[in-house]
């Protein structure tokens, strides 16, 4: 019976987007759960919820945030936040098949592999590439773009020593896949790793470690977090390897989200960039915020 379970998950998230692959604490979806188009994803306090979206891209939900899937077509994923704030994490992107996100006023593609934080008008290209849906402008790693008044601002992300709990939370999950990766990778897993039709080449796989799914990358690839996921064929150590190079962009933000459970093993707070870098604003007026839906 767990097997059959386990068979039509994978028969799902081949087709579409939208699978909950982990819930912590109080949400209006359950663990396991396909979310139907237009349907809300909503979390209560001290909550969060980890969403599938391609193979390798995840939608991540802090406390008190609401979501939606507009289009759980593979090819076609458009997201919406309606509250609060949200990660996306993308190990790859098929060019022709970007992620569409609309946050506010805000509408953009997420047009390379990297890490996204969405709340308000506003989205910080943690690290990646993201285009407005009208092309113009494009947002690189480290800066942020907000809409508002018809027009676009964009500006350099502000830093900060220290990332907030919903950071802490977003690395530590990336840490358990990234391990759910290395057992499935010496033969661990349930079940074979189950391919979408999604150009990627990366495939998602039930691992009984998570309860949930891994994915296993079509090349090497290393998480912003600085986790490395490799595909079955490569023959390396039976270890999850993390690089202490990584300086990734930090936000300031002040905020009350919970700190981590004392019974969950937390990852070291991340390294802050070279320098502080105040709020640069620019390019205000260019392009306008609205676009093609």
């Known amino acids: 019976m767990a097997v059959l379970v386990i068979v039509l998950m994978q028969y799902m998230i081949s087709a579409k987007a939208g699978l909950i692959n982990h819930v912590d604490g109080q949400a209006n979806v359950r663990l396991h759960e396909q979310v139907p188009v237009g349907s809300v994803i909503q979390t209560g306090p001290n909550s969060r919820v980890e969403v599938l979206l391609n193979p390798g891209s995840f939608l991540r939900l802090d406390e008190n945030s609401a979501a939606v899937l507009d289009s759980v077509e593979l090819t076609n994923i458009a997201l919406r936040l309606i509250s609060g704030t949200a990660l996306v994490e993308a190990a790859d992107i098929d060019k022709s098949a970007p992620i569409s996100i609309t946050t506010g006023n805000l509408r953009a593609f997420i047009v390379s592999s990297g890490l996204y934080r969405l709340y308000g008008d506003t989205a910080e290209v943690l690290d990646g590439k993201l285009q407005t849906t009208d092309s113009s402008l ?24 220290q990332p907030d709990a919903f950071d802490l939370w977003s690395r530590q999950r990336s840490s358990e896949l990234a391990r759910a990766n290395a057992f499935a990778r010496n033969g661990y897993s349930s079940s074979g790793p189950y391919g979408s039709g999604f ?14 799914f891994t994915f296993i990358p079509g090349r090497n690839y290393r998480s912003y977090y600085g986790y490395t996921f490799v595909p079955l064929f490569v023959s390396t150590p039976h270890t999850v390897t993390r690089s202490p190079n990584r300086s990734p962009v930090q936000s300031s933000r002040t905020r009350t989200s919970r700190p981590p459970s004392a019974t969950t093993r937390s990852p070291a707070p991340r390294p802050h960039p070279t320098g502080r870098g105040g709020v640069r604003q620019g390019h205000s007026g260019r392009g306008h915020a609205g676009g093609r839906h």
């Open 199 to 212: 150009t990627n080449a990366a495939v998602w796989m039930y691992s009984p470690l998570l309860s949930g």
């Open 138 to 161: 494009t947002i690189k790693s480290g800066r942020q773009i907000t809409a508002g008044g018809g027009r676009y601002e964009e500006s350099k992300i502000p830093v900060n020593a």
